[in-house]
């Protein structure tokens, strides 16, 4: 099963508005990245955290992560249609050499 | 500076081909992987290869061989294509663990076996 589970699967907001999404992980980690897929593209990078970081920000994004609780959480402010993608989390283990991907959170951000 | 350049875009095989997906990187990454993507399961990492002549399995391997002779190039072989092999397929490099980095990604190559 994929290590990473993202919540909610599916996000519809207005424009400006916050949107949060969750990951949840099940094995210790050595760092937690967040990346971006518009609809059929590749996926692009947005920001990585360590694993011994609690918070990064990089322009409107902020991420947390809670090693306790093996969870991520992005949140994206003042939103625009342009945010409208899926977002992935992906953890790498201990070892570094595997990046496990979740299933995505799908945003749709309304103009 | 290109990245990751997968080729081809699309392909469409029968049952039973065989082809190789062509994956290369130009920024000197020693990290590779191969993932899929279908609809609703995010990505799921194939192979992976942490060097020129080391390659190991990932989450997904049947019906998948992958070799790394060089540090540029990691192609994904699909031995005798399924139906369950429909999918689009990513590569994507990175540099080593300790460089704590993210991974670059290709365009994807979207394959249909009927």
């Known amino acids: 099963s994929q290590q990473g589970e993202e919540d909610p699967q599916a996000l519809s907001i207005q424009e400006g508005e916050n949107a949060t999404m969750n990951c949840s992980y099940k094995?210790?980690?050595?760092?937690l990245q967040w990346y971006r897929q518009n609809s059929g593209r590749g996926l692009v990078h947005l920001i990585l955290?360590?694993?011994?970081?609690r918070e990064k920000h990089s322009g409107r994004l902020r991420v947390t992560l809670d090693t306790s609780k093996k969870s991520s959480s992005l949140l994206i402010t003042a939103s625009r249609a342009a945010d409208t993608a899926s977002y992935f989390c992906?953890?790498?283990?201990?070892?570094?050499?595997?990046?496990?991907f979740g299933a995505g959170t799908r945003l749709f951000v309304k103009a | 500076n290109a990245g990751v350049t997968q080729t081809p875009k699309f392909q469409v095989l029968k049952t039973g081909q065989s082809m190789t997906l062509q994956c290369a990187q130009d920024?000197?990454?020693?990290?590779m992987s191969w993932y899929r993507q279908d609809p609703g399961m995010g990505l799921r990492l194939i192979h992976y290869?942490?060097?020129?002549?080391?390659?190991d399995q990932g989450e997904v391997p049947n019906g998948y061989n992958v070799s790394r002779s060089t540090t540029e190039d990691f192609p994904l072989r699909l031995l005798s294509a399924a139906p369950s092999q429909t999918s689009v397929y990513f590569c994507?490099?990175?540099?080593?663990?300790?460089?704590?980095?993210?991974?670059?990604f290709g365009q994807g190559t979207r394959l249909t076996v009927v």
């Open positions: 994507a490099s990175r540099l080593p663990r300790a460089a704590n980095t993210e991974a670059f």
């Open positions: 094995t210790s980690i050595n760092n």
């Open positions: 955290i360590r694993s011994n970081e």
């Open positions: 992906a953890t790498a283990d201990t070892g570094g050499f595997k990046t496990i």
């Open positions: 920024m000197n990454h020693e990290y």
């Open positions: 290869s942490v060097g020129a002549g080391i390659t």
